[in-house]
């Protein structure tokens, strides 16, 4: 995984401005501990090599710092496996910055031909300390800004991925439905072509309608209500053909949710639901009733129950319409069943799901 982008263009000045400002003001606390006869003394030992000197020193080792710290976090993501860990990496940071500044100061002491360069007084002490506390908050706030960067990024593409992967469950249970559909609509037609030819132009080309619907449903997650009821009323008369105006739907519904969504086939899985489980003939005809709740927040499919006696009830296609509900809305299912009647409601969602 490349993070790399962190150190191109604007960022790559970025810090070699800021890490020349800190060379820059610690030269400048550095100097607070000597007098103006050293800095004429530095200017004639080569002051101007010795400065340029010190910003080589603190950008090398702050581009050493950010590399390492890049490759502990694609590598070795220490602030989220293991936090002591991150204590004694910006521990190493602060001594290796107080050696550098120490040295520096050393160096400059044997400039001035200091007799013990290596003894730094009280007040020269205390000057090194400041500056390395202010060098120890800039740095660290950089570090900690690109380890939030790189994590912001982590997150984009965890967001990535389990978009993909939702979508790929969706799609999975979206393809589970009508195993059986194909199979009872051919005999169907077969019978179709053999007793009523006309008939079966008409239920050819429905049929067609239907299978290019469930076709088409599968690029999309959502479709206006207004499409699914076409697609039903298409797929309700396949059903007609074979089972006689015994069966039927009754709409009452407002054009007002006509351009609600719902996941394509869902009207469809309901009907087939219907269908599969209750008896239907001339002595026992079934109605398939549509509406919304008062406020239009759900569509309600219900049906009197006359349940098939050798129809084994598994609920699998309610828990497939359940978890494609659940995908895209964080929306469910509303299921009521009586002694005499069976309620489905479904959410009817709005474009920005």
């Not at 015994?246 to 009452?252: A, E, F, P, T, V």
């Not at 008896?279 to 549509?290: A, F, G, H, N, Q």
């Not at 494609?324 to 489905?344: A, H, P, Q």
Request: proline share 3%; glycine share 4%; hydrophobic share 45%.
């Amino acid at each position: 995984m490349d993070f790399s982008h962190l150190y191109k263009k604007n960022s790559l000045l970025g810090y070699i401005l800021l890490f020349t400002s800190l060379a820059f003001i610690s030269f400048i606390i550095l100097t607070m501990d000597f007098d103006e006869s050293f800095i004429s003394m530095l200017k004639d030992k080569g002051y101007i090599w010795f400065f340029i000197g010190i910003i080589f020193s603190f950008n090398a080792v702050g581009f050493m710092f950010l590399g390492i710290n890049r490759w502990l976090d694609k590598y070795v993501p220490l602030l989220y496996k293991n936090r002591k860990q991150i204590l004694w990496y910006y521990l190493f940071i602060a001594v290796v910055f107080l050696v550098v500044n120490y040295f520096s100061l050393v160096v400059m002491r044997s400039l001035a031909n200091m007799e013990t360069p290596f003894v730094i007084p009280a007040r020269g002490m205390r000057i090194l300390i400041l500056m390395w506390l202010m060098e120890l908050i800039i740095t660290g706030l950089v570090l900690v800004n690109n380890t939030f960067r790189y994590a912001l990024y982590l997150h984009k593409e965890s967001d990535k991925l389990r978009e993909t992967a939702d979508h790929a469950r969706y799609m999975a249970l979206q393809n589970q439905l009508n195993p059986h559909f194909l199979f009872n609509s051919l005999n169907t037609l077969i019978s179709e072509i053999e007793y009523s030819p006309k008939d079966a132009s008409e239920f050819a080309r429905k049929l067609s309608d239907v299978y290019r619907y469930i076709l088409q449903g599968q690029n999309n997650k959502l479709v206006p209500l207004s499409k699914e009821l076409k697609f039903l009323n298409s797929y309700i008369f396949l059903h007609q053909v074979r089972l006689g105006s015994c069966l039927s739907i009754d709409m009452q519904l407002d054009e007002s949710v006509y351009e609600r969504l719902i996941p394509p086939l869902s009207l469809q899985l309901l009907a087939e639901n219907v269908i599969k489980h209750n008896t239907i003939s001339s002595s026992k005809p079934m109605v398939i009733s549509i509406m919304t709740t008062p406020d239009n927040e759900y569509l309600v499919v219900s049906n009197k129950l006359c349940p098939k006696k050798d129809v084994e009830v598994s609920g699998e296609g309610l828990k497939n319409l359940s978890s494609r509900y659940k995908l895209m809305s964080n929306k469910d299912i509303i299921v009521n069943k009586t002694e005499t009647t069976f309620m489905i409601q479904i959410p009817l969602l709005h474009e920005n799901y």
